[in-house]
């Protein structure tokens, strides 16, 4: 998931991703990126991650900040100094692989029923 902090709480178009196919989030690894002027959207991360708990999804504790993104990039949009994002984008797919993987073969060994 890419969210910021100054979008409404949750967008008509992501509020409906989640909603139509709340059943194919059980189980499930999910990360974020988060994008803003201050925060780097910790607060919409943050939010989410609630929401995706009440899903039975599991979110993974590392994720991507990228606080003022308008001074973190170059004009033709290369990040201008990439070793920090890219350190944690590595450590957020580490965990979302490790957690996929587990919760994969779970699945597939012993079907998840949360509302059975």
Same mark, same amino acid.
């Given at each position: 998931?890419?969210?910021?902090?100054?979008?409404?709480?949750?967008p008509a178009s992501l509020k409906a991703a989640i909603d139509?196919? =709340?059943?194919?989030?059980?189980?499930?690894?999910?990360?974020?990126?988060?994008?803003?002027?201050?925060?780097?959207?910790?607060?919409?991360?943050?939010?989410?991650?609630?929401?995706?708990?009440?899903?039975?999804?599991?979110?993974?504790?590392? =994720?991507?900040?990228?606080?003022? =993104?308008?001074?973190?990039?170059?004009?033709?949009?290369?990040?201008?100094?990439?070793e920090g994002p890219n350190g944690a984008a590595?450590?957020?797919?580490?965990?979302?692989?490790?957690?996929?993987?587990?919760?994969?073969?779970?699945?597939?060994?012993?079907?998840?029923?949360?509302?059975?």
């Open positions: 998931m890419v969210r910021s902090s100054w979008s409404p709480p949750r139509w196919h =709340y059943t194919e989030w059980e189980a499930k690894a999910i990360g974020f990126v988060g994008y803003s002027g201050g925060s780097g959207g910790l607060l919409a991360v943050e939010q989410l991650r609630q929401v995706f708990g009440e899903l039975y999804a599991h979110t993974v504790r590392n =994720y991507v900040t990228f606080p003022r =993104y308008y001074e973190l990039f170059s004009p033709d949009g290369a990040l201008k100094d990439p590595k450590a957020m797919l580490d965990e979302l692989l490790w957690w996929g993987s587990i919760l994969h073969d779970a699945r597939r060994d012993r079907p998840y029923a949360p509302r059975g």
